[in-house]
């Protein structure tokens, strides 16, 4: 396991060795992948921690010193808001003042890095990584409950849409606000937020907007590995955001690509990936996901991702990054949520820009649950609730278990590149036009290759036709196996198909039930519902709910009471 705390005024010693800095103590066990980049420094004065990669530091040096901990550090203190606006990469971190005891705590624009926050008068803990915050609270005799609104979410959504976690006293600092703790009083505020506020343009300024900001978005990801002497490890599959991604930067001459997938055996995803590898000449890994012994990973991706989305989400990630000589690589660059933001979450404009509503994006309706409408108020649009929720809590909480082995980044959730994509007119975005009319005008062998979201048609508009058909065979296909009890192989990972062919991992996962669903701190509507989700469910809905009694079993089976 990899990653760091800080705390105040609290005894952290069960962690290991750690730096004591007076009442703030700090336990780092950091993979280091950029250690110019971090930041730890210490004087009478203060403590200023950072984690993570940036990419503009000479931006705050230029003119001032070379010396980027101590520069930064200062902008910091003088101007936390303008200071953090301007940075950019992947980054948390936190400044403790020695002399008032005034923590400030914060996290990256875009969900990059999690931070996690305990306050308890003045005793705090700052942490990527929750077992760690539990190994301290229980050291320390701290009661910590178990949250059944975690639980709500995770049956539902399969993440968390706000700050939660499973544990009520610790909560998620969000993507673009920063923690501020003062005399035990905690706030948060927001520094960054974005917006789809569309600007007036051509469909030919929109393809050169997006070309110029996605080409300067690959730059700051590839140019970090370069200065490090790191090789480029890209993602690649079937769709089209990670062919873009290893597209461009191979096209800018970021060729030194190891190419890595993972899907069913003989899946388009499979196929389509190795043809575009070999085309531009790449290094290739797949992994076949058919062994399913990932399946098997249940405690440790919810230990790695702290609980904080459901244990199937991230498939074969973990075992394929587990696999691979780490120490090559900085950053595994993927194309996170590239089809929803040069694209659409939603096709209808009323829908993205109208007031955010609950109950869409879930991974299951199976339970209905109603969520404090607070949460809402927070977001200008249902689109950017989908953003936040479904894009950085949602699919980006794989990043907390890949950055246990590498750190991550996607060109897509480039601030600058976010800001870009949802200033292009929803017109534009909807169905995909200006996304292919972008791989149209600029890299156009890139759509000669089939696109698994289509059943293999290529990605031009051209052939919407031939895409309607592809899809209209695959619904009758899906129809078929339906009605007849047929295993419908026809998607990337057929879960529900590898399950019900395989008895040990049926076993695996009812014994794992069996032995945790009487749990006490589960009470008795709460078990009813993940009773129902575990037996009625698919596997998907399974893993949400296995999901909830993992994190159970991990946290509270040997709580110790306050």
Same mark, same amino acid.
Request: with cysteine; charged share 25%; aromatic share 14%.
């Given at each position: 396991?990899?990653?760091?705390?800080?705390?105040? #005024?609290?005894?952290?010693?069960?962690?290991?060795?750690?730096?004591?800095?007076?009442?703030?103590?700090?336990?780092?066990?950091?993979?280091?992948?950029?250690?110019?980049?971090?930041?730890?420094?210490?004087?009478?004065?203060?403590?200023?921690?950072?984690?993570?990669?940036?990419?503009?530091?000479?931006?705050?040096?230029?003119?001032?010193?070379?010396?980027?901990?101590?520069?930064?550090?200062?902008?910091?203190?003088?101007?936390?808001?303008?200071?953090?606006?301007?940075?950019?990469?992947?980054?948390?971190?936190?400044?403790?003042?020695?002399?008032?005891? $005034?923590?400030?705590?914060?996290?990256?624009?875009?969900?990059?890095?999690?931070?996690?926050?305990?306050?308890?008068?003045?005793?705090?803990?700052?942490?990527?990584?929750?077992?760690?915050?539990?190994?301290?609270?229980?050291?320390?005799?701290?009661?910590?409950?178990?949250?059944?609104?975690?639980?709500?979410?995770?049956?539902?959504?399969?993440?968390?849409?706000?700050?939660?976690?499973?544990?009520?006293?610790?909560?998620?600092?969000?993507?673009?606000?920063?923690?501020?703790?003062?005399?035990?009083?905690?706030? +948060?505020?927001?520094?960054?937020?974005?917006?789809?506020?569309?600007?007036?343009?051509?469909?030919?300024?929109?393809?050169?907007?997006?070309?110029?900001?996605?080409?300067?978005?690959? $730059?700051?990801?590839?140019?970090?590995?370069?200065?490090?002497?790191?090789?480029?490890?890209?993602?690649?599959?079937?769709?089209?955001?990670?062919?873009?991604?290893?597209?461009?930067?191979?096209?800018?001459?970021?060729?030194?690509?190891?190419?890595?997938?993972?899907?069913?055996?003989?899946?388009? #995803?499979?196929?389509?990936?190795?043809?575009?590898?070999?085309?531009?000449?790449?290094?290739?890994?797949?992994?076949?996901?058919?062994?399913?012994?990932?399946?098997? #990973?249940?405690?440790?991706?919810?230990?790695?991702?702290?609980?904080?989305?459901?244990?199937?989400?991230?498939?074969?990630?973990?075992? !394929?990054?587990?696999?691979?000589? !780490?120490?090559?690589?900085?950053?595994?660059?993927?194309?996170?949520?590239?089809?929803?933001?040069?694209?659409?979450?939603?096709?209808?404009?009323?829908?993205?820009?109208?007031?955010? +509503?609950?109950?869409?994006?879930?991974?299951?309706?199976?339970?209905?649950?109603?969520?404090?409408?607070?949460?809402?108020?927070?977001?200008?649009?249902?689109?950017?609730?989908?953003?936040?929720?479904?894009?950085?809590?949602?699919?980006?909480?794989?990043?907390?278990?890949?950055?246990?082995?590498?750190?991550?980044?996607?060109?897509?959730?480039?601030? #600058?590149?976010?800001?870009?994509?949802?200033?292009?007119?929803?017109?534009?975005?909807?169905?995909?036009?200006? %996304?292919?009319?972008?791989?149209?005008?600029?890299?156009?062998?890139?759509?000669?290759?089939?696109?698994?979201?289509?059943?293999?048609?290529?990605?031009?508009?051209?052939?919407?036709?031939? $895409?309607?058909?592809?899809?209209?065979?695959?619904?009758?296909?899906?129809?078929?196996?339906?009605?007849?009890?047929?295993?419908?192989?026809?998607?990337?990972?057929?879960?529900?198909?590898?399950?019900?062919?395989?008895?040990?991992?049926?076993?695996?996962?009812?014994?794992? %039930?069996?032995?945790?669903?009487?749990?006490?701190?589960?009470?008795?509507?709460?078990?009813?519902?993940?009773?129902?989700?575990?037996?009625?469910?698919?596997?998907?809905?399974?893993?949400?709910?296995?999901?909830?009694?993992?994190?159970?079993?991990?946290?509270?089976?040997?709580?110790?009471?306050?």
């Amino acid at each position: 396991m990899h990653g760091w705390l800080a705390a105040g #005024d609290l005894d952290i010693g069960c962690l290991g060795d750690f730096c004591e800095m007076g009442t703030c103590k700090h336990f780092n066990n950091l993979l280091n992948k950029f250690p110019d980049d971090e930041i730890l420094i210490e004087d009478t004065q203060k403590v200023s921690f950072l984690n993570g990669y940036i990419y503009n530091k000479k931006d705050y040096m230029a003119g001032v010193s070379q010396n980027w901990p101590e520069v930064f550090t200062e902008s910091l203190q003088k101007d936390v808001t303008g200071s953090l606006k301007n940075l950019r990469g992947g980054f948390c971190g936190y400044i403790f003042d020695k002399q008032n005891g $005034r923590l400030t705590a914060y996290a990256d624009q875009s969900g990059v890095k999690a931070l996690y926050y305990y306050v308890n008068g003045r005793q705090w803990i700052l942490s990527d990584h929750l077992d760690y915050m539990v190994e301290v609270l229980k050291a320390n005799r701290l009661l910590f409950d178990f949250n059944p609104l975690a639980a709500k979410y995770m049956l539902t959504y399969g993440y968390m849409i706000d700050n939660s976690t499973f544990i009520k006293q610790i909560h998620r600092l969000l993507p673009g606000k920063y923690l501020c703790v003062e005399n035990g009083e905690a706030a +948060v505020t927001r520094y960054h937020f974005i917006n789809n506020v569309e600007k007036q343009m051509t469909e030919k300024e929109a393809v050169e907007k997006i070309d110029i900001s996605f080409r300067e978005a690959i $730059r700051r990801e590839f140019e970090k590995d370069k200065e490090y002497n790191y090789r480029h490890l890209v993602d690649l599959s079937g769709g089209l955001d990670s062919r873009m991604v290893s597209w461009v930067a191979h096209d800018m001459g970021y060729t030194n690509q190891v190419n890595i997938a993972y899907s069913q055996a003989g899946y388009q #995803d499979a196929n389509i990936s190795e043809k575009i590898a070999l085309h531009l000449g790449h290094e290739y890994i797949f992994k076949f996901l058919d062994d399913i012994q990932w399946m098997y #990973d249940l405690e440790e991706i919810t230990s790695q991702n702290n609980g904080a989305a459901l244990y199937m989400g991230i498939t074969g990630g973990r075992r !394929m990054l587990n696999m691979l000589h !780490m120490e090559q690589f900085g950053i595994e660059h993927t194309g996170m949520i590239g089809d929803s933001v040069i694209g659409t979450f939603y096709q209808d404009k009323e829908v993205s820009y109208g007031k955010p +509503v609950f109950g869409k994006n879930v991974y299951s309706e199976r339970l209905r649950y109603e969520f404090d409408k607070e949460i809402l108020k927070e977001y200008s649009s249902q689109e950017m609730f989908a953003v936040y929720t479904r894009g950085m809590l949602g699919a980006e909480s794989s990043y907390i278990t890949r950055q246990h082995y590498i750190e991550t980044a996607s060109p897509f959730m480039d601030v #600058d590149f976010l800001d870009t994509a949802f200033s292009v007119p929803f017109d534009y975005r909807k169905h995909h036009h200006i %996304y292919l009319k972008w791989i149209k005008e600029k890299y156009p062998e890139a759509a000669e290759f089939g696109w698994e979201k289509w059943g293999g048609i290529k990605p031009k508009e051209n052939l919407i036709f031939l $895409r309607k058909v592809r899809t209209t065979q695959r619904l009758l296909w899906k129809l078929v196996c339906s009605l007849f009890h047929i295993d419908n192989r026809d998607i990337m990972n057929p879960v529900d198909y590898w399950y019900d062919k395989d008895r040990n991992i049926q076993k695996y996962l009812t014994d794992f %039930y069996n032995s945790n669903i009487e749990s006490q701190v589960i009470d008795d509507n709460l078990r009813k519902d993940i009773s129902l989700m575990f037996h009625a469910g698919t596997v998907w809905e399974k893993s949400m709910a296995l999901t909830v009694l993992a994190v159970v079993k991990k946290y509270f089976s040997s709580n110790v009471e306050g």
